[in-house]
């Protein structure tokens, strides 16, 4: 866990190869993954909102390196206008259509169409075609039954579009994973291509 649901968020982290998935949390300890943050994005970013705090907590799925900077400093360069509060909002943009497209996919589409939405966004921030995570971790973030995702994860290997063993998984077809996959992953795919 890198950031705790009220953490304060004294810098602002910028991965790089590194991949955070951003978990939202009940008060009853249930929790569900809100979306994920790679290389395209910064992960404290709520701070150019006007909040001091983390209302989520953020876990770091693929560590791979990334960049820290200070929260105080941030704000400076994004009041000033220019490249990076462009590239912050631009940010925004991408991660509120993410946020959304998840909210609207985990209602109406099934197990199958979700996992493969996520593991194409996965790959999408991945530095190769390797997705490193459990089977619990996978379950979490799909909101579904360790059994259901095994299920469904062994139909996508037998279709030939991943493989899965001990905690990797890999993308071997990934044209093919995309067929499995609902419109979801299209409307966010073109909101990274923005």
């Known amino acids: 866990m890198l950031l705790n649901a009220g953490d304060p968020i004294d810098n602002l ?15 009853q ?3 569900a993954e809100i979306g994920l943050i790679g290389w395209e994005g910064v992960i404290g ?32 360069e994004f009041e000033r206008g220019g490249p990076f509060q462009a590239g912050v909002l631009r940010f ?4 509120l259509t993410q946020i959304s497209q998840t909210a609207v996919c985990n209602a109406l589409h099934g197990l199958e169409q ?8 996965c790959l999408d921030r991945s530095p190769d075609d390797k997705i490193r995570l459990t089977q619990e971790f996978l379950s979490l973030m799909v909101g579904a039954s360790r059994q259901s995702v095994s299920m469904v994860a062994s139909m996508l ?15 071997v077809h990934r044209d093919g994973l995309e ?9 966010m795919r073109r909101a990274q291509e923005l």
């Open 92 to 95: 925004f943009y991408r991660f």
């Open 157 to 171: 290997q037998d279709a030939g579009v991943i493989t899965y063993s001990r905690g990797v998984i890999r993308v």
């Open 13 to 27: 982290f910028f991965p790089e190869g590194a991949m955070g998935s951003v978990v939202g949390v009940t008060a």
């Open 45 to 76: 970013a709520e701070i150019f909102l006007g909040a001091d705090r983390m209302a989520n907590r953020v876990n770091i799925q693929m560590p791979d390196g990334g960049y820290v900077l200070p929260a105080d400093v941030a704000l400076r």
């Open 114 to 121: 979700r996992l493969s939405r996520w593991l194409l966004m």
């Open 29 to 31: 300890g249930g929790s």
């Open 179 to 187: 067929r499995f996959a609902c419109d979801c992953y299209a409307v």
